[in-house]
């Protein structure tokens, strides 16, 4: 399968703990994308990168979550000292540079605290 | 979603014609996306519109009207599997795609 992974598909965490998900985009894909969506929302946009920059971030990512994206291949997200309000599916999308280009997503890595 | 607007529930009877609309701010528009996401699974492209017109691809079309800030998403013969959320999507401004709400289908026999 080539498309986009992410890893875990799923995570049932403490409140308080830390949270770290996988995304691995499609190859040669420069543009990554992170979202979150909660049942019956569309996904929300949380950051993007191009290459290994990140080039925006959502004003609604509080400073507890943090990205990466060191070799400008797979990327990270992490969740420090998680609460309840971040239960939701994390979902990661990839695609090549250029207007238009079909963005591809994950299946998402679905994250419970409880 | 930001300034993106779509009806959140809509029903049609399988067989039949249904069509979903989306506005959303002209501001710093650069294209809209429509994609269908099942329940507990990831979206998954359907078409892409920049310009303004029809753009068919089998049952499914989308149309844009780029003064007017506003699309739509066209499906033909409803078939059950079509239930899905439906989610219209716009890069406005920077570089995320930013997605409505979605309107949820539901196909009736």
């Known amino acids: 399968d080539t498309g986009v992974s992410q890893d875990p598909r799923h995570k049932i965490t403490k409140r308080g703990q830390n949270v770290t998900f996988r995304c691995d985009p499609i190859?040669?894909?420069?543009?990554l994308y992170w979202y979150r969506q909660t049942l019956g929302q569309g996904p929300e946009f949380l950051t993007y990168?191009?290459?290994?920059?990140?080039?925006?971030k959502s004003r609604l990512l509080s400073d507890r979550f943090s990205a990466e994206r060191p070799k400008g291949s797979f990327s990270t997200l992490e969740i420090q000292r998680t609460e309840q309000g971040d239960s939701a599916m994390y979902l990661c999308?990839?695609?090549?540079?250029?207007?238009?280009?079909?963005?591809?997503f994950g299946e998402g890595s679905w994250l419970t605290v409880v | 979603g930001q300034n993106i607007d779509q009806p959140t529930e809509m029903t049609a009877t399988e067989g039949a014609i249904v069509q979903i609309n989306c506005t959303y701010q002209?501001?710093?528009?650069?294209?809209l996306f429509w994609y269908q996401q099942h329940a507990g699974e990831a979206p998954t492209f359907l078409s892409y519109?920049?310009?303004?017109g029809l753009e068919e691809k089998g049952r499914f079309s989308s149309f844009l009207s780029r003064s007017k800030g506003y699309s739509y998403l066209l499906l033909k013969e409803l078939q059950m599997k079509d239930s899905a959320s439906y989610l219209c999507?716009?890069?406005?401004?920077?570089?995320?795609?930013?997605f409505g709400k979605g309107t949820s289908l539901l196909v009736t026999p």
């Open positions: 999507a716009a890069t406005l401004s920077g570089y995320a795609l930013n």
């Open positions: 999308a990839s695609t090549l540079g250029g207007a238009g280009n079909t963005i591809y």
């Open positions: 990168f191009q290459n290994e920059a990140q080039l925006e």
């Open positions: 190859s040669e894909h420069n543009r």
């Open positions: 519109n920049v310009l303004d």
């Open positions: 002209t501001s710093g528009f650069n294209g």
